[in-house]
């Protein structure tokens, strides 16, 4: 008996040290307090079990050897921007007052300067992004490059893959990263195998297994989408390879509704430049390598665009994209449209919001009305809520899951990638935005805004006042789990 007694008083203390041990270095992090706050509540609440949730998913851990890899190869990046930074020449007073001030922001968090003389091409439809990017495989000559969180088989990816096969046959280097996870299925599919058969350099970002758990944080994913061709004509937005025709068919959110940009001129250096820094990273083909194959070069203007390449990811500045988004609200004077299929805002992001409705803005939320993620769905509730009480027009879309990410402001300049409005694309995923200081570009993406919002039904705030008790606890109480989704 004493001996049960003796061990469980020692279970009791280990307990006890491992929650102290555990909150003082979550204290110690200084992180958002959202963030700490609601780890701090895991771990306290979890004997044992919420330290080890802790381990798993609490810190951004990309493992020694990656995270010392991803030190040495972006100084030689960051020299190689510094001569991209020479050939910019833009004339501010032309566009809107607040677009010169992000874009110094921008560049001096991520380093990549805003550019002139682009051609910036917004693609509404599925299957015509995909036709283009096929026809610009087709017409290749040196380089195909790409890489997607999924790429998911059947329809017209398979088309896609079929380009670059042929594309790969008359000696172009084509060079494709996936997510690992993402992906999986696809990276041990057929057409996977007839891919690498044919020499295309195919390659999962990111790898996961359980001895790389010990040292990695598996949940940092590779949410990047990125097309270039040739070092010439680059994609960018929030389509994955993916037809939605054959994908998530029965996860009841109707077909997934995204759009791209095809891009020409300047910028396209700076998507090419990204692309080869994610590729060192997991592959180490090794930067002079590169430099030789990876067709980065200074372009010829394409048009009038002023456009800006953000990357953000576990490896650049933490606040980095968190510091443009919410320049770009605070700058709102008169409209801002918001679109994000997974809307989870932190405190500062949705404090920023509710100021711009309370100001006098017009602000517009655009969301899907259901989401593949139950605690993604009923975290958003609580915090569209708040926005409502503010002043905010949220729209809920019904034509399937929107998955566009894009922001307009006051018609003078946009924002448009990857990004969701959530924890995980802010502090964890490797995501790629571009910033369109241009009118032209932005009104484009405002009419599309619009049709999303001709197809949608503004939420109703007295009608969730009407909802049951308990229904309005379990919203609420997903929100205090929010910053860790």
Known sequence: MESINLITVLV?????LIRIGFSVRVIMRRRPVGVSLAWLMIILAFPFGGAVIYLAFGETRLGNRRAKRASLIHGPYLDWLADVDKRTDIHWSRLGPETEALARLTEATVGLPPMSGNHVELIEETDAVFRRIIADVDAAQRTCHMVFYIWNNGGLADEVADALIRAAKRGVICRVLVDAVGSAPFLRSETAHRMREVGIRLHAALPVGLVRSLFFRLDLRMHRKIVVIDGEIGYTGS?????????????GVGQWVDA????????????????LEDWELDTGEGLEQLRQT?????????????V?????GPITESHTIQQVLLMAI?????????????????ELLLTALVSAARRGVEVTLIVPAKVDSLLVRLASQAHKIDLLEAGVKIALFEGGLLHTK?????????????????????????????????RDFTANLRRLQQRYIEHSQFMDLDAWRKQPMV???????ARLLSPLI
């Open 330 to 346: 605070y700058a709102a004077r008169r409209e801002l449209v918001l679109t994000s299929p997974y809307f989870v805002p932190d």
């Open 239 to 251: 389509l994955n390879m993916v037809d939605p025709r054959y994908f998530k068919q029965g996860a």
């Open 260 to 275: 791209m940009v095809r891009v020409r001129g300047p910028i396209v250096e700076g998507l090419a430049l990204t692309f």
């Open 406 to 438: 894009s922001i307009s402001v006051d018609g003078e300049f946009s924002l448009f990638g990857s990004l969701n409005l959530d924890p995980r694309s802010l502090w964890l995923n490797f995501e790629i935005t571009l910033a369109a200081y241009d």
């Open 308 to 312: 800006q390449v953000v990357p953000s």
């Open 12 to 16: 009791l203390e280990a307990d006890l």
């Open 294 to 306: 990876g067709d980065v070069r200074a372009l010829d203007e394409a048009g009038k665009a002023v």
């Open 471 to 477: 229904e309005r606890l379990v919203v609420n109480t």
